[in-house]
């Protein structure tokens, strides 16, 4: 396993609503900044091959455990969950704790719809770029994978039903499956999420016209990164985006599943590199 899996700085940063999130920091302090926000059920550590990568070197990396997951708290009210404002003050509080200067966003599956509601709060005029991650800001049937349809008709309700639907899902999230260790690791902050918190998530979804207005004020650039072969989020949602966002530039990962930015990681840190030193270049500019 990689030796940066505790991050070397880590700090709680409160919510506008009261809740404390888990936000930690690798790489080059000094250097452009980019902020990652994970999956559902995931955490910050799902972007270890980021940390332990070239990337660390030219740029400060910051991510942080998402409400109701990792270290970050955990309330089980629904409404800390299907309430969009709540996710896009949370990233904005993390952006204000950590001053970052217009950073890069990455958002990979629920974290780019909560990119999305950082844009409909917010706007894009405190970022440097986006990037939008095997994710589905776009909340319609036609974008929905046949392994999400088939967790979302599981009734089970029984911890052995659970824990194999949440076991399922992981898998479901890699078409090139991780390394053993990896996997353990995984399964590990994947149960640290309450069931309670992965019911109130799936009970969210916002107006796809509110997303479409929101996309269509975006003037940063825009980099959408996802795999062919992804069995979660169809590809038709990376195309719903890129067409909702002016100048927005697909990279298709034609082997790859749900994670590229794990299951090739040399290709997409070599890529995310060069976007966020040409979006930070566009901003300076």
Same mark, same amino acid.
């Given at each position: ?9 880590? $700090? ?16 080059? /302090?000094?250097?452009? $900044? #980019? ?14 091959? &980021?940390?332990? /990568? ?28 299907? %309430? ?7 990233? &904005?509080?993390? #952006? ?12 990979? /599956? ?9 844009? @409909? ?17 776009? %909340?319609?049937?036609?974008? *929905? ?5 088939? @967790? @979302? ?9 659970? #824990? ?27 149960? @640290? ?24 004020? *975006? ?39 749900? /994670? ?26």
């Amino acid at each position: 396993m990689p030796t940066t899996l505790h991050a070397p700085n880590l $700090e709680r940063v409160a919510t506008p609503d009261g809740v404390s999130v888990s936000v930690g920091e690798w790489g080059n /302090s000094a250097g452009p $900044e #980019i902020l990652f926000i994970h999956g559902a059920a995931q955490s910050m550590l799902s972007f270890e091959r &980021q940390y332990d /990568s070239e990337l660390a070197r030219d740029f400060r990396l910051v991510a942080y455990d998402l409400r109701g997951h990792g270290f970050s708290d955990k309330p089980l009210d629904p409404r800390h969950y299907r %309430e969009g404002r709540r996710w896009a003050d949370e990233a &904005q509080a993390v #952006i204000d704790a950590k001053r970052l200067k217009r950073p890069v966003m990455v958002g990979w /599956s629920l974290g780019g719809r909560v990119l999305r509601e950082y844009l @409909m709060a917010y706007g894009d005029r405190g970022l440097s770029g986006i990037n939008i991650l095997a994710a589905r800001p776009f %909340e319609v049937d036609a974008v *929905v994978g046949p392994a999400s349809k088939a @967790m @979302m008709t599981n009734a089970s309700r029984d911890l052995a039903g659970r #824990i194999a639907a949440a076991i399922a899902f992981l898998r479901a999230c890699f078409d090139k499956q991780p390394d053993p260790q990896d996997f353990i690791t995984a399964v590990a902050y994947n149960f @640290m999420i309450p069931f309670e918190v992965r019911d109130a998530i799936a009970g969210w979804k916002t107006d796809p016209a509110d997303v479409r207005a929101a996309f269509a004020a *975006v003037t940063v650039p825009t980099l959408i990164t996802h795999g062919r072969r992804d069995s979660l989020i169809l590809p038709l949602a990376a195309e719903m985006c890129a067409e909702a966002i002016k100048g927005a530039r697909i990279s298709w990962y034609d082997d790859c599943g749900h /994670s590229p930015f794990y299951e090739d990681a040399s290709r997409y840190n070599r890529e995310l590199a060069a976007f966020v030193a040409q979006a930070w270049r566009s901003r300076r500019g």
